[in-house]
């Protein structure tokens, strides 16, 4: 009869590795240096924020990046950016301009550049109207990752 109380007879195990011939550590290489952004030239820094949004859109689209809905989708939250912040020279674009697109996003009211109730009135005007519906804050986000269009090109380390 067997005991099976009995502790097991021991088992021997050889693991086997195989020889792997690593290189001798050596100093960390250091890795160059992140390169800042190229500075906006004299033409950049002229140029409209309207031409700008233009290049932009043009390249989307030729590059196939967009479907129709989307580009109009994107062309509309666009026209709004341009309302607000106008069509001024890149160079006056900071994180100020975000800032108070964001603050000025707000304050208005969802399809503003649907609804005709909205139609012939400035930014101002649809705010001092005080709508009783403002933008969801998913809205806001998404019209804020589009404010990334003057980074288009590098137009600036500084920029948002």
Do not use: C
Request: aromatic letters at 6%; charged letters at 20%; a neutral charge.
């Amino acid at each position: 009869m067997v005991d099976v109380m009995a502790a097991p007879p021991p088992m021997t195990v050889q693991l086997i590795s195989p020889q792997v011939n690593l290189p001798a550590p050596t100093p960390q290489a250091s890795l160059p240096a992140p390169q800042p952004l190229p500075a906006m030239s004299p033409q950049q820094k002229s140029m409209l924020f309207s031409e700008l949004i233009e290049k932009y859109v043009r390249v989307q689209v030729e590059e196939n990046n967009w479907q129709p809905k989307t580009k109009d989708e994107n062309v509309r939250i666009f026209d709004i950016l341009l309302r607000v912040v106008g069509d001024v020279s890149l160079s006056a674009l900071d994180h100020e301009t975000a800032d108070s697109f964001r603050s000025t996003l707000k304050q208005l009211p969802p399809h503003v550049n649907k609804n005709p109730k909205y139609k012939d009135l400035t930014i101002e005007q649809i705010i001092a109207a005080k709508p009783t519906e403002a933008l969801s804050d998913a809205s806001i986000n998404k019209y804020m990752r589009r404010v990334r269009v003057w980074n288009f090109f590098g137009v600036g380390a500084s920029h948002p």
